[in-house]
């Protein structure tokens, strides 16, 4: 008998697709990185960091602005192109520190008397009549106790509230004043103090108001980002001003040993305080709000060692 040969049934198998490898997030991260970079790449021939600090244009009120600090951050930004409002309760320092603005070739309006009994909403009116907008306000209207050596217990109660009222609730006060008034975003800044980061003996209405402050700040913060409104501080150290030059004449063993607790070794100036509020009012500072900025030479964050130190 013969067999016939086998022959294989032809048949078709379908293959298996190609499955395409899942999306990592490694993957979807480096994706996002190489665009970012391609687009850093077209940009960079656009950055110019100086242009950043330019305020052209921008209205500014600056209250307590006489003399001081006050002054020294009306003139710095005057000098990067900014409106001022000058207010103080002396009508000669107010005139001076306006003219030394309109000589940095920007415009002046001045407002004469305590802000406290004029009110930061008519401030805040004047600036917008004035210039048509209101984009930074600066909370630097404050001060201490004329008798610095009292402790709280010795503090009577009108002493400690006249001491919020002038170094809290007048920040507040005009806090609200330039938020309802910033309608295309803005900034506001509180001149705040390095006593406020800590306990201040015989100081304590002062440092109490001043923390009190910087608490504030950060609530504003973060009530108006949405508005895109930014409010940050600024915490000085000791610094050279009329009232120092005062203190002086009066105690200069008091004066040599204020400067000695400074570990940079030297004192501020108006200048030290009005170049932050510079770059906080400026688009460099563009992400930051609720910060606080210490300017204090170093002399918040002394310490006991760094005391032993310097007297070893």
Same mark, same amino acid.
């Given at each position: 008998m013969t067999l016939a040969p086998c022959r294989a049934k032809s048949s078709t198998v379908a293959?298996?697709?190609?499955v395409a490898p899942p999306i990592t997030t490694l993957t979807l991260f480096s994706s996002l990185c190489f665009v970012a970079s391609m687009s850093l790449?077209?940009?960079?021939?656009?950055?110019?960091?100086?242009?950043?600090f330019r305020l052209d244009n921008k209205a500014a009120v600056v209250t307590g602005s006489g003399q001081g600090i006050g002054r020294g951050i009306a003139l710095a930004l005057a000098d990067v192109g900014a409106n001022l409002v000058i207010n103080a309760r002396r009508e000669s320092d107010v005139a001076e520190t306006a003219q030394m603005v309109r000589d940095l070739g920007s415009k002046a309006i001045?407002?004469?008397?305590? #802000? *406290?009994?004029?009110?930061?909403?008519?401030?805040g009116d004047a600036c917008v009549d004035a210039f048509g907008s209101?984009?930074?306000w600066v909370n630097n209207v404050g001060g201490t106790d004329e008798k610095r050596n009292r402790t709280l217990l010795d503090t009577p109660d009108e002493i400690f509230s006249s001491q919020l009222d002038l170094n809290l609730t007048t920040a507040f006060q005009g806090s609200k004043a330039a938020a309802n008034r910033m309608h295309e975003g803005g900034c506001i800044i509180n001149i705040s103090s390095g006593a406020?980061?800590?306990?201040?003996?015989?100081?304590?209405?002062?440092?109490?108001?001043?923390?009190?402050?910087?608490n504030m700040t950060e609530?504003?913060?973060?009530?108006?980002?949405?508005?895109? #409104? *930014?409010v940050n501080a600024?915490?000085?150290?000791?610094?050279?001003?009329e009232a120092y030059k005062e203190m002086v004449d009066v105690n200069e063993e008091k004066a040599r040993e204020i400067a000695a607790s400074i570990p940079l070794g030297r004192l501020g100036t108006p200048d030290d305080i009005a170049t932050a509020v510079v770059f906080l009012s400026s688009d460099a500072s563009s992400s930051i709000t609720g910060q606080n900025i210490l300017v204090s030479g170093g002399r918040t964050h002394r310490t006991v060692q760094y005391q032993d130190k310097k007297s070893s």
């Open positions: 293959l298996p697709k190609p790449e077209r940009n960079l021939s656009s950055v110019n960091t100086l242009e950043k001045e407002i004469v008397g305590d #802000i *406290r009994e004029i009110g930061s909403e008519a401030i209101l984009d930074i406020g980061m800590r306990g201040s003996a015989f100081t304590g209405p002062y440092a109490a108001a001043k923390a009190g402050m910087l609530t504003f913060a973060l009530e108006l980002a949405d508005r895109n #409104i *930014r600024v915490s000085p150290g000791p610094v050279i001003t």
